[in-house]
């Protein structure tokens, strides 16, 4: 089992959707989770951590399971400038370690 | 948010030349810097921990004589990619992690904006 797992994607929407992504992780003593984005050929960015009981910023929600070992991000009335790449990110044990999923690339489309 | 630099942005080189990539934290002291790699469509790989005044800590895979890191202050750390082939053609990237935070309080990796090196 891959260590972080996301959707494939890409995902293609219409200004407006509602987009769900996934994630799956492999190491269930991890305790620290988060969401970046990457714009094509620059660096990740934070976009939000992941809290136990589910956290949301304006239109973004994250989610999380930890018996499924399983994340999600919802992003509601998506934008053009929500195009980009989605990064499940895991602060792996107990180490200050990040390990990356392989992102999944949204576009969202006029 | 912090601002961490890197240097260069970009570099071709020659077959077997070595190459220094430079990580700066600028606003604050990063006793700690993480060195990444990103292939194309891949996700970003640690490569190794950069401690400040000690060894780094390399991931499983990663050959220490080939990536050299050095971290000789609290605001850099450098990542020299020795004999270079083009299979090290990549996206270098580095972070660092603000130091000092009040307990508690999640020390969140700032990353530079990454070094694009082409291996020809």
């Known amino acids: 089992r891959k260590e972080v797992e996301q959707d494939p994607g890409p995902f293609n929407v219409p200004e407006g959707a509602t987009v769900a992504f996934n994630c799956t992780y492999s190491?269930?003593?991890?305790?620290?989770f988060f969401w970046y984005r990457q714009d094509c050929r620059k660096e990740p960015k934070l976009l939000m951590s992941?809290?136990?009981s589910g956290n949301e910023d304006g239109r973004f929600t994250a989610q999380l399971n930890r018996a499924s070992q399983y994340i999600s991000l919802l992003i509601r009335d998506s934008k053009l400038s929500d195009s980009a790449t989605y990064l499940c990110?895991?602060?792996?044990?107990?180490?200050?370690?990040?390990?990356f999923g392989k992102g999944t690339k949204l576009t969202v489309n006029p | 948010g912090a601002v961490v630099s890197q240097h260069p942005s970009r570099v071709i080189c020659k077959s077997g030349t070595s190459v220094k990539i430079e990580c700066r934290s600028l606003?604050?002291?990063?006793?700690?810097m993480f060195w990444y790699r990103q292939f194309p469509k891949k996700s970003l790989m640690l490569m190794a921990t950069?401690?400040?005044?000690?060894?780094?800590?390399?991931e499983q895979g990663v050959e220490k004589d080939k990536f050299l890191i050095n971290h000789a202050s609290l605001t850099l750390s450098t990542l020299t990619v020795t004999s270079a082939h083009p299979e090290d053609s990549s996206f270098y990237i580095c972070?660092?992690?603000?130091?000092?935070?009040?307990?508690?309080?999640?020390?969140?990796?700032?990353f530079g904006p990454g070094t694009r090196l082409t291996v020809l």
């Open positions: 972070s660092a992690r603000e130091e000092g935070l009040p307990l508690g309080s999640y020390n969140e990796q700032f």
């Open positions: 190491n269930s003593a991890s305790q620290s």
């Open positions: 992941v809290y136990s």
């Open positions: 990110v895991v602060k792996w044990g107990g180490s200050e370690k990040l390990v």
């Open positions: 606003d604050f002291q990063a006793t700690t």
């Open positions: 950069s401690n400040e005044g000690s060894k780094a800590t390399y």
